[in-house]
């Protein structure tokens, strides 16, 4: 089945809405061969073992050699060193598949990998990616600082931690186990910033995962509790395990994600033809070569999830997104009549970036009752979107039922523990006393409808997670 979706993953990742998942199973050239840089590490080691009673330490994988070296070194002498002198090693391999990722516009990409070809991709693109890690042991920083990410300044988040911080590092099977529960519990949280892009994300690529593996289906699982809606396409390997154990993992997807569609091609020739694709609608800047680097020889077909009916044809479209009403945050858009067009702009943007807004006379529907119904969807909103003006300034004096909105939001507001009432500023109207105590979004700066959605999306990723 030829995958036939390229226009809806060209479209997300043109338009900065689709963050790049990076799995361990990426082969890159050691000078000699084709080789996955984690089977090398699982190999040095295997080496390290004082005993050889398991054959095999790529076989193996690395979780489970990991392990029994730092049972046999509690001091984590051998584990570090050997992680030092394969991480300046792999440094030194080629890869043409890290260049061809490189080259596509990615604002966001998280990485499982420990290597740092990724990294050095990225610097070699022409690109000043903003580099951080998740601890899951809880010292982290709380923002990566990527709010101003773009093509050529992405983030690259490293998932199970960096080799700069060794307490940071996940690579034993217990160090896996207790990684999956921080992170399902939120204990350490995500990054903020991470949180709200991986919300406001509508398209997601997973490349190099190995879905097969246990622990990544539980991480998948707990992302996708993260996303709120979107596309989204994996890679996966039928490896050793044969058509009947990649089928049970395209059930088990079925059943987790919705439906599943299996596309069979190469990982080398998937991103060659993205390449090209790109290329073709966007200039020759973004070329980079993709030579056929397979890892071994396994053929990692595309996996992607959709919702919708059952149908037979083989260019289904493939959508999983929420929706309107469903788990996307709702806004409640308050403001004066005479601020009706700025209002109707907001809104046309917060549902194009994945929010659920709300404006009053639109979405009343013929029957409602007025007073009732305003009243409810205040209630039951996520966030109270006030936009101050003059005009609404000018209102306090009358018997305006904006003036009964602001009333409603301010009562809800007692019964509520995250940030609920958010001001945004038409003009240079000082805010009403009340209000001066909530942060504000300045909307006469450029920038300013850019500020509203990511404070928003922050303040949803926040309340999520508390």
């Known amino acids: 089945m030829a995958f036939d979706n390229w226009d809806k993953l060209l479209y997300g990742i043109r338009r900065g809405e689709c963050i790049l998942f990076l799995g361990p199973d990426v082969a890159a050239n050691d000078g000699q061969r084709d080789r996955v840089p984690a089977d090398l590490l699982a190999e040095r080691f295997k080496d390290r073992l004082m005993d050889d009673g398991v054959e095999g330490g790529a076989a193996e994988g690395l979780a489970a050699v990991a392990q029994r070296l730092r049972i046999q070194d509690p001091s984590n002498f051998e584990l570090e060193m050997s992680i030092d002198r394969w991480h300046e090693e792999v440094g030194g391999w080629s890869s043409d598949l890290h260049a061809a990722m490189a080259a596509l516009p990615f604002r966001h990409i998280v990485t499982s990998c420990h290597d740092p070809l990724m990294e050095q ?20 920083e709380d923002l990566v600082q990527g709010d101003d990410s773009g093509p050529d300044t992405p983030v690259l988040y490293h998932l199970y931690g960096h080799v700069k911080d060794k307490e940071s590092l996940v690579l034993t099977e217990r160090e896996l186990l207790d990684f999956l529960a921080a992170l399902s519990s939120k204990n350490p949280k995500l990054p903020h910033d991470l949180s709200a892009a991986l919300s406001e994300a509508r398209c997601f690529l997973f490349l190099g995962f190995g879905l097969k593996h246990w622990y990544l289906r539980i991480l998948l699982h707990v992302l996708k509790v ?39 091609q190469d990982m080398a020739g998937f991103l060659g033809e993205l390449r090209d694709r790109y290329v073709a609608t966007k200039g020759p800047e973004a070329a980079a070569p993709v030579t056929n680097v397979s890892g071994g020889g396994a053929v990692p077909p595309a996996v992607a999830t959709a919702d919708g009916e059952d149908d037979d044809s083989e260019s289904e479209v493939m959508l999983a997104r929420a929706e309107p009403g469903g788990d996307r945050a709702t806004v409640f858009i308050c403001h004066a009549s005479e601020n009706a067009e700025i209002a109707r702009r907001i809104h046309d943007e917060l549902e194009r970036k994945g929010l659920d807004p709300w404006l009053d006379k639109d979405d009343l529907r013929g029957g409602d009752q007025w007073s009732p119904l305003i009243e409810k969807t205040i209630d039951e909103s996520d966030f109270f979107l006030l936009l101050n003006s003059a005009e609404l300034a000018a209102k306090t004096k009358e018997r305006a039922f904006v003036n009964k909105e602001i009333n409603i939001a301010l009562e809800s507001k007692k019964w509520r523990r995250s940030e609920y009432i958010v001001p945004v500023c038409l003009d240079k109207t000082p805010l009403d006393p009340v209000f001066e105590k909530y942060q504000h979004v300045d909307m006469t700066q450029d920038d300013g409808m850019k500020r509203l959605v990511r404070a928003l999306k922050r303040r949803d990723a926040e309340a999520e997670q508390a």
């Not at 610097?123 to 982290?140: E, L």
């Not at 396409?233 to 044969?242: K, P």
């Open 226 to 264: 993260l996303r709120r809606s979107g596309l989204a396409f994996v890679s996966e390997s039928l490896d050793g395990s044969g058509q009947d154990g990649f089928q049970n993992t395209v059930l088990f997807y079925s059943e987790s994600f919705g439906r599943v569609q299996v596309y069979e």
């Open 121 to 140: 991709a990225l610097v070699a693109a022409g690109k000043r990616p903003t580099v951080s890690f998740y601890h899951y042991r809880g010292a982290h």
